[in-house]
């Protein structure tokens, strides 16, 4: 199992940005496929972007699309979310996930390790 831990949420502006990270140990990267997901109280936690070996990058909601970016860097064992033109919309507990494989799922179900999570909250 992978060991995941988040960094990088803050407070910030409509329309600032902010990088998270998600930094992996215990394993070996690149044989997993790694999600970002956020959560706002009440609701079921929603994926937003994932990496992997077989999708490469790729974005679900079409809400985040042309804004958010997810990049990895394999040596060091770390996933990045780009997260530009932010929206109140876009705050959340950002939790980095990761699956076994190379192909990347937008349901929690298919994750087998989740990291504790990280605030972003975007407002003025």
């Known amino acids: 199992h992978l060991q995941l831990v988040e960094s990088g949420g803050s407070l910030v502006q409509p329309g600032g940005s902010l990088r998270l990270s998600c930094v992996a140990s215990?394993?070996?990267?690149?044989?997993?496929?790694i999600a970002w997901f956020r959560q706002v109280p009440g609701k079921e936690r929603e994926a937003v972007s994932c990496?992997?070996?077989?999708?490469?990058?790729?974005n679900f909601p079409q809400s985040v699309e042309g804004r958010f970016t997810i990049s990895r860097d394999n040596a060091k064992n770390t996933v990045y979310l780009q997260m530009n033109s932010l929206k109140p919309e876009d705050t959340a507990v950002y939790y980095c996930?990761?699956?076994?494989?190379?192909?990347?799922?937008?349901?929690?179900?298919?994750?087998?390790?989740w990291g504790q999570g990280t605030q972003v909250t975007v407002s003025s």
């Open positions: 996930a990761a699956s076994v494989g190379y192909v990347c799922y937008d349901l929690t179900r298919f994750y087998e390790d």
């Open positions: 990496t992997s070996g077989y999708d490469g990058s790729k």
């Open positions: 215990g394993g070996i990267l690149d044989r997993y496929a």
